[in-house]
């Protein structure tokens, strides 16, 4: 289980959370642009879920509480393939025709292009890779940190952890 699954929907999901911060989920990894060519750590079908996460970003205006339901989905451990970024994107409530033809009309490679430079301004050594007021921060304590930093009314989700 990635992190994707084990931490973001805690986060994303607490009550008045994501208010409280900027939030982005970058769907790039350890990719590299090899001739113009995104070439994915783990293959085609990496690129293919990148592809998808960046078009459902898209399609959301960025919103990660309509985004980031699609990318739990998505990143289940099922091998990813058109018919599951199909079926995560109904599941989520996104238009699934939108987000698969997104990943092969040409779309969501225009996108990929500001997820490796974002990737790239970050200088990972590792990926998952989360950020807390620039700096690098723990899978586990994100919620904590968000909640203990807020200096205005504190969101009801902040009081379950």
């Not at 931490?7 to 409280?20: A, D, F, R, T, Y």
């Not at 060519?37 to 293919?48: A, D, P, T, V, Y």
């Not at 990148?50 to 451990?77: I, Q, W």
């Not at 970024?85 to 997104?102: P, T, W």
């Amino acid at each position: 289980m990635d992190a994707a699954q084990s931490v973001l929907p805690g986060l994303i999901e607490k009550e008045g959370v994501v208010g409280i911060m900027d939030f982005e989920y970058v769907a790039y990894g350890n990719a590299h642009n090899v001739g113009g060519s995104i070439k994915c750590q783990h293959g085609e079908r990496e690129c293919l879920g990148n592809m998808a996460e960046t078009c459902a970003k898209n399609a959301t205006n960025a919103d990660p509480r309509k985004y980031m339901p699609f990318v739990v989905c998505l990143e289940d451990g099922s091998p990813i393939e058109d018919s599951l970024v199909r079926e995560c994107a109904s599941q989520s409530g996104l238009d699934a025709d939108d987000i698969s033809s997104c990943t092969q009309d040409g779309r969501g490679a225009s996108l990929m292009p500001a997820e490796e430079k974002k990737t790239k301004m970050a200088q990972l050594s590792y990926v998952p890779y989360f950020t807390f007021n620039g700096e690098q921060a723990g899978y586990y304590n994100l919620l904590s940190q968000v909640c203990d930093y807020w200096q205005g009314e504190r969101p009801s989700g902040c009081d379950e952890w």
